[in-house]
């Protein structure tokens, strides 16, 4: 028996960076009924995720917040609602010397791979705190043109993380998102924050079942399959809506 259902957010549960839909965000209150709803995304808290998902959550009548855990930047941050608010419970935030070395490193490998545009929509590398995330056509960039990229350039991904981690060897490197790669403290990724889900609930990895796009390895959702949790690969968010849909069918 499942207790905690568990989701990658772009492209798992939004169309990357966009609000989450009517659909999904209704789907996922109804399914706190029956389980504990874990977000864990490359995604920063308050730019993406909270307005994105979490406030749509919040406007639904009867809802219970206190089941819903919020893991920004692949688990390297962890909020929980309590006393009317988002409160954050422990954060592995990396050094400016760390940031500076893993900006260096981004920059010297996308623009030896011509990956490095002339003109993004936004920054091309994002300080998130606990996380340093590249994004090649810029962070404001449309999800169409981010598709249409990601479907150009699955090898030079590949590449892009191969050169970074050479660099890098210290550090954890994930491809994420449409566009993105997501760098961490070394041992912080989405295994370590399903970790920390496990010892604030009490559950085992048994009673999880993860929902990604980036579950193949090299992805910054693989480490929550090579842990040893239940997972279902997703494309798109309608991919984890028809799921939902059958798990709540069968567990009302």
């Not at 209704?26 to 874990?38: T, W």
Request: proline residues 2%; charged residues 25%; hydrophobic residues 40%.
């Amino acid at each position: 028996m499942k207790k905690i259902l568990a989701f990658d957010s772009d492209d798992t549960i939004v169309v990357s960076k966009m609000a989450a839909t009517e659909r999904m965000a209704a789907l996922l209150a109804e399914a706190m009924r029956y389980y504990d709803i874990c977000i864990i995304s490359g995604t920063g808290f308050d730019e993406t995720i909270y307005p994105n998902t979490v406030r749509q959550i919040e406007q639904i009548d009867g809802v219970d917040l206190s089941r819903l855990h919020i893991m920004p930047t692949c688990g390297t941050r962890y909020y929980r609602y309590h006393d009317g608010e988002w409160k954050l419970q422990y954060q592995e935030d990396l050094t400016e010397e760390q940031k500076q070395r893993i900006f260096a490193a981004i920059e010297t490998s996308a623009k030896q791979l011509d990956m490095w545009v002339a003109n993004p929509a936004g920054e091309i590398i994002e300080d998130r705190l606990s996380q340093v995330t590249y994004s090649a056509l810029g962070q404001q960039a449309t999800a169409a043109d981010k598709y249409a990229w990601a479907e150009a350039n699955v090898e030079k991904r590949r590449q892009l993380n191969e050169a970074v981690k050479a660099l890098l060897p210290e550090f954890e490197v994930r491809t994420a998102g449409t566009t993105s790669l997501d760098i961490t403290k070394p041992g912080v990724d989405k295994a370590y924050g399903m970790q920390k889900l496990l010892e604030a609930t009490g559950c085992t990895k048994e009673e999880v079942l993860f929902f990604g796009d980036k579950l193949e390895e090299g992805g910054n959702d693989f480490p929550v399959k090579h842990m040893g949790v239940d997972c279902i690969a997703v494309n798109r968010w309608e991919d984890t809506a028809y799921a939902l849909e059958g798990i709540i069918a069968v567990s009302k």
